[in-house]
């Protein structure tokens, strides 16, 4: 029996409102990493005596930080609670998180606009796993595949496009205008997030362990169980590791090297993002 066509689903209640969520979380993602690399870049002598290298570095790891510390945690959560109640909970705290951004941004407080972003890290922390968890509960088997790939389409369409909007919001240098469109995505994230159908808890009676380090150390010992799920774990944490080691040096390679504006790192981020989801 061949495969249903995938693109029917995006006319299905049950995937497109997760399509919009994932989309629009991976879209605003972008922009705020992206605006807040650029004007450290460029504009980060004004707020702050640490080199512009230092900071995006720094930028970076923040971003990441949440992943490492509170996986564990959020993959259980995943497995404990609904999973479309988790992801609604997590679009309504983005929008707190980009009103702290806004302020941060009026303010040019690098401690805000910093911590908005760590913020932002554990916003995706806890997304991920309720996220790819959900897809097996809303598709039978012979429509995960195309699920998966729309997924993973959408989201590599919303990085590059929110690369783009990025650049081209941080070059206008309008703080209102960047606001606006921070808090205007998170809201429409949580819109489309409130259309999702329930997905029941996969386990109901899971009992959480709210220690990071134990409850990671958990997880990567069970994916150790399958080697097709351990080196599938590596592979593509090497291949967002390697993208956000790039994607944090290209503004300071343009503006140092090639003694570019913020228009020519916009070019060179969307190229490189392009490049990436062609892969």
């Known amino acids: 029996m061949s495969a249903p066509n995938q693109f029917r689903l995006l006319s299905e209640r049950r995937f497109l409102p997760f399509f919009g969520t994932q989309a629009l979380g991976a879209f605003n993602d972008n922009v705020y990493r992206n605006v807040l690399i650029i004007l450290i870049t460029f504009q980060g002598a004004s707020a702050t005596t640490l080199p ?33 109640r988790i992801m609604q909970a997590v679009k309504a705290c983005e929008i707190l998180i980009m009103i702290l951004a806004g302020v941060g941004l009026a303010a040019n407080s690098m401690p805000l606009l910093f911590g908005a972003l760590f913020l932002l890290g554990a916003h995706s922390t806890f997304f991920a796993p309720a996220k790819y968890g959900l897809l097996p509960q809303i598709l039978d088997t012979r429509e995960l595949v195309g699920g998966n790939a729309l997924l993973e389409m959408g989201t590599f369409l919303a990085i590059l496009l929110g690369t783009l909007m990025g650049g081209v919001l941080a070059a206008g240098n309008d703080i209102a205008i960047i606001i606006a469109a921070l808090v205007g995505i998170a809201g429409a994230g949580l819109l489309t997030s409130l259309a999702m159908p329930r997905a029941p808890a996969a386990d109901a009676s ?4 709210w220690n990071p380090w134990r409850s990671t150390v958990a997880s990567i010992k069970a994916a150790r169980e399958s080697h097709t799920v351990f080196l599938s774990l590596l592979g593509n944490s090497w291949f967002w590791f390697y993208g956000a080691l790039v994607l ?24 490189f993002s392009a490049g990436a989801g062609l892969v």
């Open 52 to 84: 512009p290298e230092v900071l995006t570095n720094l930028a970076g790891g923040l971003f990441i930080l949440p992943f490492v510390l509170f996986s564990g945690i959020a993959g259980q959560l995943a497995d404990r609670y609904d999973k479309s």
């Open 206 to 209: 899971l009992r959480l362990d």
């Open 248 to 271: 944090a040096q290209l503004p300071l390679f343009v503006k140092t090297y090639l003694s570019g504006s913020e228009h020519v790192v916009t070019v060179f981020l969307v190229v």
